[in-house]
């Protein structure tokens, strides 16, 4: 992808689809909430809660034929030049609103429709654990004890209070 945009890769209906949300610039050198959505009919970029970006696509997203690979993708020479603190995946597009409502939240991992939930808060090794029930773990590669660091996000509590956390990511 170009510096600072944000990409997806991945297959849909069977087809490979790699897609560069054109709209949807990562401010550099902040914390940046990002999601991906995908509804049956189209995939839709949000960048800090806000669609940026959507392109009609149709079909089944593929979960098996390819593992979750998250920075940076052989595959298709694209990397992730930043750090990465929690990833989500839910069995549903989340609408904006809950985008808005949920990003700033620790969750406990027993949210319906949560497949995964990845908090890279630990301070050293290259397993990442599964927060929910369904232990979907994985393995961080390339990774090294000196990659983790503190993460500076500014996360709410469920009174929406701020508060600032030190959380580790790769």
């Known amino acids: 992808q170009s510096s600072s945009k944000l990409g997806w890769y991945g297959e849909v209906g069977g087809s490979s689809l790699e897609l560069e949300f054109s709209n949807a610039v990562i401010p550099t050198n902040t914390w940046t909430h990002i999601a991906i959505t995908y509804d049956g009919s189209a995939i839709k970029a949000y960048v ?32 992730l030049d930043g750090k990465l603190d929690e990833l989500r995946i839910w069995d549903e597009a989340r609408t904006e609103s809950e985008i808005q409502d949920n990003m700033h939240k620790t969750l406990n991992g027993d949210e319906d429709n949560l497949v995964a939930y990845y908090r890279f808060d630990r301070i050293s090794g290259t397993a990442l654990s ?10 961080l590669n390339n990774m090294t004890n000196d990659d983790w660091v503190g993460s500076t996000a500014i996360w709410k509590n469920w009174e929406g209070t701020a508060k600032s956390t030190t959380r580790g990511t790769p």
């Open 48 to 79: 800090n809660g806000i669609e940026k970006n959507s392109e009609a696509h149709s079909g089944d997203l593929s979960t098996t034929s390819n593992p979750l690979i998250l920075g940076n993708n052989s595959a298709t020479s694209r990397s």
């Open 130 to 139: 599964d927060c929910t029930t369904n232990d979907n773990d994985g393995t």
